[in-house]
């Protein structure tokens, strides 16, 4: 993967409804969820998330297949591996161990990270 291909991809996620639209999916696994499925576990109205839905597609993040007049959205794990893997090759110096967070203490880490954000915006 080259920049030109990975920053589109990470730009259709720079989103909070479109980062939890695609986890969601990621975790309903090669089965997918339709459209309406998707909007209603995220508490969000339909036509809102067909937006965020269509700019992933476009990107290549998620496929999807009309299912009579339904859209059945499915995450394209292999894309998301080849980012990860481009990703952890750029910015590791291909040394994987040094970005490895441990999972425990990611949540620390994360929650340090939004901390330290929020204080920022408050000082801005």
Do not use: W
Not at 28 to 54: C, Q, R, W, Y
Not at 63 to 85: D, I, P, S, T
């Amino acid at each position: 993967m080259d920049p030109a291909t990975a920053i589109p991809l990470l730009e259709s996620l720079a989103s909070a409804i479109r980062l939890d639209a695609y986890r969601l999916l990621m975790r309903s696994g090669p089965d997918g969820m339709v459209a309406g499925e998707i909007a209603s576990a995220l508490g969000l109205p339909p036509t809102n998330l067909s937006f965020h839905l269509k700019a992933m597609t476009h990107a290549g993040l998620l496929a999807v297949e009309q299912e009579g007049r339904f859209q059945r959205y499915r995450a394209n794990l292999a894309l998301m591996q080849e980012l990860v893997a481009y990703l952890t090759e750029e910015c590791c110096g291909g040394n994987p161990e040094l970005c490895a967070i441990p999972r425990a203490a990611g949540r620390a880490k994360r929650t340090a990270i939004a901390s330290a954000r929020t204080g920022l915006r408050r000082s801005s």
